[in-house]
């Protein structure tokens, strides 16, 4: 099975701040990645697919980059709304999820 | 508008067996593979396996082989999740999802882009 290690597991951060995550894969996966968002309470989001491409209704302060086995979710400038859990997951192999990364507010 | 409509909250025991139901709407619901994902309380997604409506095939989570059947009745556009010999640590919220899927540079991708509300499962004695 494909695993999926996201770091850091927590962040906190402040309004206007640029945040990075990272995703890494136990093995290549070419292009196959998706993120998420998740609020407490609601069901997660698409945010990004393909590793990079940006999700219909997603505000461009989103982006996604990387291939293989790394990859970063970058929010350019964060909003109040987007402090949440962010999952990646794989599709190369059957469907797995990151262990997630909370953004709080700082 | 495009729509998954879950059934409402179980309390089953220890043994039991639990069916959660997904209602789509909006959508040709044949045309897409659905998928099963749960949340432990606190915890992470866990995928479970997805149902080819189509043609009623299905592709299960290792973890899940044995316990887990998924079904649909396409006369209804409602996808079904039963799972059996519940324990206590498949107390969580069960979740149906779209598959949706895009041509990229040159290749399909594919992502869940359209979620139910979700399904509180609770296992106690």
């Known amino acids: 099975d494909i695993q999926l290690t996201q770091s850091p597991s927590f962040l906190s951060a402040s309004v206007g701040d640029r945040v990075t995550i990272t995703c890494r894969a136990s093995?290549?996966?070419?292009?196959?990645l998706a993120w998420y968002q998740q609020k407490p309470g609601k069901a997660p989001k698409l945010l990004i697919y393909?590793?990079?491409t940006l999700q219909s209704g997603v505000p461009s302060r989103f982006s996604g980059s990387g291939s293989g086995t790394e990859f970063t979710l970058t929010i350019s400038s964060l909003q109040p709304e987007d402090f949440a859990t962010y999952y990646c997951?794989?599709?190369?192999?059957?469907?797995?999820f990151g262990q997630g990364t909370k953004v709080e507010i700082k | 508008q495009v729509q998954l409509v879950q059934s409402g909250a179980e309390v089953k025991k220890p043994g039991a067996s639990v069916k959660v139901s997904c209602k789509a709407s909006?959508?040709?619901?044949?045309?897409?593979?659905m998928h099963w994902v749960r949340q432990a309380p606190g915890q992470g997604l866990e995928w479970m396996g997805r149902?080819?409506?189509?043609?009623?095939?299905?592709n299960y989570a290792q973890k899940f082989q044995g316990r887990v059947t998924m079904t649909r009745d396409t006369s209804i556009s409602t996808a079904y999740m039963e799972l059996s010999r519940l324990r206590s640590d498949d107390t969580a919220v069960y979740y149906c999802?779209?598959?949706?899927?895009?041509?990229?540079?040159?290749?399909?991708?594919?992502?869940?882009?359209?979620w139910g509300k979700g399904t509180t499962v609770t296992v106690s004695s």
């Open positions: 999802a779209r598959e949706g899927q895009q041509l990229v540079r040159l290749y399909y991708y594919y992502y869940m882009d359209v």
């Open positions: 909006g959508y040709t619901f044949t045309g897409y593979y």
């Open positions: 149902i080819n409506p189509n043609s009623g095939g299905t």
């Open positions: 093995q290549g996966i070419s292009s196959y």
């Open positions: 393909a590793a990079s």
């Open positions: 997951q794989q599709l190369n192999s059957w469907w797995t």
